[in-house]
């Protein structure tokens, strides 16, 4: 019933930069919060930056000076641009978002399917 679909992961040069991009689409009544997670392998998957419906962002010290988290409520999108990227950025990038689908109750968390993001010269 819900989508999130990433794009923009790739690879960047260590000082380069990229934009990430994640739609959610579906049976959709409101979203909360959406944002960006990673992980490495052997690793667990940790936050690297959200935004709530009322504008409140996070950032994991990893990311702050360095990215930036932006939304449009149009189109039910997040972006995350990442400037001066570093190799230990090298992780698969999940799409992430709580929201109340139109049949529902609660508001739930999902998940897009990742997207790699790999920063070496």
């Known amino acids: 019933q819900v989508q999130l679909v990433e794009s923009g992961g790739g690879l960047a040069q260590p000082g380069g930069s990229l934009r990430l991009s994640c739609a959610a689409s579906?049976?959709?009544?409101?979203?909360?919060?959406m944002g960006w997670y990673r992980q490495v392998p052997g690793k667990q998957r940790e936050r690297v930056a959200t935004?709530?419906?009322?504008?409140?962002?996070y950032y994991a010290n990893s990311a702050k000076g360095r990215f930036t988290i932006s939304r449009d409520n149009t189109k039910n999108t997040v972006y995350l641009q990442m400037n001066s990227l570093k190799p230990e950025d090298t992780a698969v990038y999940y799409c992430?978002?709580?929201?109340?689908?139109?049949?529902?109750?609660?508001?739930?968390?999902?998940w897009g399917q990742g997207t790699q993001v790999t920063v070496s010269s």
């Open positions: 992430y978002a709580n929201l109340l689908i139109t049949s529902g109750n609660f508001y739930n968390d999902y």
């Open positions: 579906g049976s959709i009544h409101s979203i909360n919060r």
């Open positions: 935004t709530s419906s009322g504008a409140v962002t």
